[in-house]
């Protein structure tokens, strides 16, 4: 995935025809298009074609099952046209490798959930959200999921894992957070769902979020 804006959108709508005019409408600003369970259940596995026309895709089902599950499940993902996968860590290190040798197998990415964004993120995972950023670039993960939210989390998270893993960060805007913070924090990419797709002009809604991100490396905020 290349970094240029270093935006992802979380196209968490589930109509078809208002995912597609989305994400070409802010295609310029996006450096990939995050889908999950809303979209697909509504549109199914065919959308995600259609969508990678815009953008590289990333499939967002925070897959959590035994090995082989896990297995089947990444080998449909990346057989309809995703680029990367967000699968969950506390399942622990054999089915974490069952995902990582699909998505080597098909030359594509994972992603793996430290914690989560909203306030029970806190709860569960973040006690374990270290030692799963130790096992996930052990493993040969592309990347961390971690909170925008706690921008202080993305930096513990960066000083384990330095310049191994990548970090997408989720939860910017109506989660709270805010995209030149978590930046600064750390992260590699921010990700930006409602903020965006629930805007009256999504393309500006995401041009803005893409220049924020820019000033921020620039220096100039």
Same mark, same amino acid.
């Given at each position: ?21 989305? *994400? +070409? ?6 450096? $990939? @298009? ?7 259940? /509504?549109? !199914? %596995? ?75 993120? *806190? +709860? ?6 270290? $030692? @799963? ?7 040969? /993960?592309? !990347? %961390? ?77």
């Amino acid at each position: 995935m290349e970094k240029k804006s270093c935006l992802i959108l979380a196209l968490d709508v589930s109509d078809r025809e208002e995912a597609l005019k989305i *994400a +070409e409408d802010v295609s310029e600003f996006v450096d $990939a @298009i995050k889908v999950g369970y809303p979209l697909i259940l /509504a549109t !199914g %596995l065919g959308i995600i074609r259609e969508l990678a026309e815009f953008a590289p895709i990333i499939a967002d089902f925070k897959v959590a099952d035994i090995p082989n599950t896990n297995r089947l499940i990444c080998e449909h993902v990346f057989e309809a046209g995703t680029d990367a996968v967000i699968v969950q860590g506390f399942t622990g290190r054999d089915s974490l490798d069952a995902c990582i040798e699909i998505a080597s197998e098909y030359g594509k990415d994972v992603f793996v959930v430290s914690e989560m964004s909203h306030p029970g993120g *806190a +709860e569960f995972l973040q006690p374990v959200g270290e $030692a @799963i950023a130790r096992m996930a670039a052990e493993a040969g /993960a592309f !990347g %961390l999921v971690a909170p925008a939210t706690r921008p202080e989390r993305v930096t513990a998270i960066r000083k384990i894992i330095g310049d191994k893993l990548t970090i997408i960060s989720p939860g910017v805007g109506a989660q709270g957070g805010k995209a030149s913070d978590v930046i600064a924090a750390g992260a590699d990419w921010v990700i930006v769902g409602r903020a965006i797709y629930k805007a009256e002009s999504p393309r500006e809604a995401a041009r803005k979020i893409a220049a924020e991100i820019e000033a921020k490396l620039k220096g100039e905020i």
